[in-house]
């Protein structure tokens, strides 16, 4: 493995890339590679849990620190006017951010990664490559704040979104139009839980040439790999899994295709979503342990989805590990776990019943966000789910009453008590 730094950096200005932009809008398929190495190590030949630890990583060449340190600068000495040692303005290029794309590159199996402020920065830099009048399909249940920015903001500009179920790959043909220019995927979803079949849907695209991105946020790259299916983008809220301790906001994009990434690079440069290097250093700490904090979560929401089977006060509970949930042999093909989400709601569904429950946990805490080493519960109608129309949430099954549980990885035992006496 290189000891070096595996950085070969793009010039701050990127006009070339501004030109495939407008050029070469979303043909995906007659984009070229070009070589943008991030590792000159053998980052595909690593098991997962090796790669968390080392992919992309190296001792800091100026020290020999082990652990990537925090480049706090906004700005690099320059010998001569463009005599530099590849890194120019920060908001271009960060060693502690190239450290962490490098890593997340690895982890997906993709060409290259750019980190953002948040996962909304990383989605929206991809809704960035469409132009006025252009389609997006999207999974009709999904993150409130990806609906929120395909309507309430791209809309504005001409993009138009639809909405729609793709749990059969062959019906979502229907949704596609000769202006659809990308779909988005997200399993599983959030709040219901529901599978969808990442290869089949990807296989439609590329026929079609429509570029393809999967929010792989509720599954982490531990538990789920969309490039190797056929995906062109893989998007993280890397606030998530990734970070793994609720202290810190990031987003990110893998792209399969090293010239996509370059264009994704370019409108990162030019818009200026970009994450600071602490909050790299924390993603990139929280990752050296994503496969142990996952698997335990995982074993953990196992045992909570069966408790709350048959409880007298719940009317239904969302998990694709349950043998007729309708994804669960996808989810079996696709995932190497069900995830560490469970989602339920109540007989009396009403935003008071669920309150109740809400408000009485003790170990899990009532807060947005999840996938952190705490249990969180969330009610989704009101909080992550609130941009949403109720008649549109209420299509997809995500009811008044609906609860989500983030499963962290304390003793399960507590977690299956608290929850008991909560209901
Ligand atoms: C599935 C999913 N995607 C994207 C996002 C947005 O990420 P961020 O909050 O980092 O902008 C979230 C946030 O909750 C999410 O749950």
């Known amino acids: ?105 690895a982890l997906e199996n993709g ?128 606030t998530k899994y990734l970070g793994g301790h609720s202290d810190t906001v990031l987003g990110a994009i893998m792209a399969k295709d090293a010239e996509l990434a370059q264009r994704l690079h370019f409108i990162q440069n030019a818009s200026g979503a970009v994450p600071g290097p602490m909050d790299c250093f924390l993603v990139l700490r929280g990752i050296k342990t994503l496969h142990l904090r996952v698997q335990r979560a995982c074993e953990n929401a196992e045992k909570i989805a069966h408790s709350l089977l048959g409880h007298p006060k719940i009317n239904k509970v969302y998990y694709p590990g349950f043998t007729d949930h309708p994804g669960h042999e996808l989810a079996k093909r696709q995932m190497r776990h069900f995830g560490a989400m469970v989602s339920f709601d109540l007989k009396e569904d009403t935003l008071e019943s669920a309150t109740k429950i809400l408000t009485k946990t003790e170990l899990f805490t009532l807060a947005e966000s999840l996938g952190g080493v705490e249990s969180l519960i969330g009610h989704p109608a009101s909080m992550t789910h609130g941009s949403i129309p109720r008649e549109e949430r209420l299509k997809v099954g995500l009811t008044d009453s609906l609860i989500r549980l983030s499963v962290g990885v304390e003793d399960v035992d507590d977690l299956l008590a608290d929850l008991k006496q909560a209901l």
């Open 111 to 238: 060409a290259d990664g750019i980190c953002f402020g948040s996962g909304l920065a990383a989605m929206d830099a991809i809704l960035k490559l469409l132009n006025a009048g252009d389609e997006v399909v999207a999974t009709n249940d999904l993150y409130g704040g990806s609906y929120r920015l395909i309507t309430k903001i791209y809309e504005r500009f001409g993009l138009k979104g639809h909405f729609v179920p793709m749990y059969d790959a062959t019906q979502f043909e229907q949704y596609l139009t000769p202006n659809t220019k990308l779909i988005w995927i997200e399993t599983p979803t959030n709040p219901m839980l529901n599978i969808v079949d990442i290869e089949a849907i990807c296989k439609v695209a590329k026929a079609r040439g429509i570029l393809t991105a999967v929010d792989n946020t509720f599954a982490s790259p531990y538990l789920q790999n969309p490039l190797d299916l056929g995906a062109d983008l893989v998007v993280h809220s890397a």
């Open 1 to 105: 493995m290189s000891r070096l730094p595996k950085v070969q950096l793009l010039n701050n200005n990127r006009d070339e890339i501004v030109g495939s932009v407008e050029h070469n809008p979303l043909d995906v398929n007659t984009l070229q590679t070009t070589s943008r190495p991030l590792s000159t190590d053998d980052k595909y030949k690593m098991k997962f849990a090796t790669k968390t630890i080392h992919a992309g990583i190296a001792p800091d060449p100026s020290t020999g620190a082990v652990m990537t340190p925090i480049y706090q600068t906004s700005t690099y000495a320059q010998a001569a006017p463009g005599d530099h040692q590849g890194y120019e303005y920060a908001r271009t290029q960060n060693p502690t951010r190239h450290a962490l794309e490098a890593n997340l590159a």
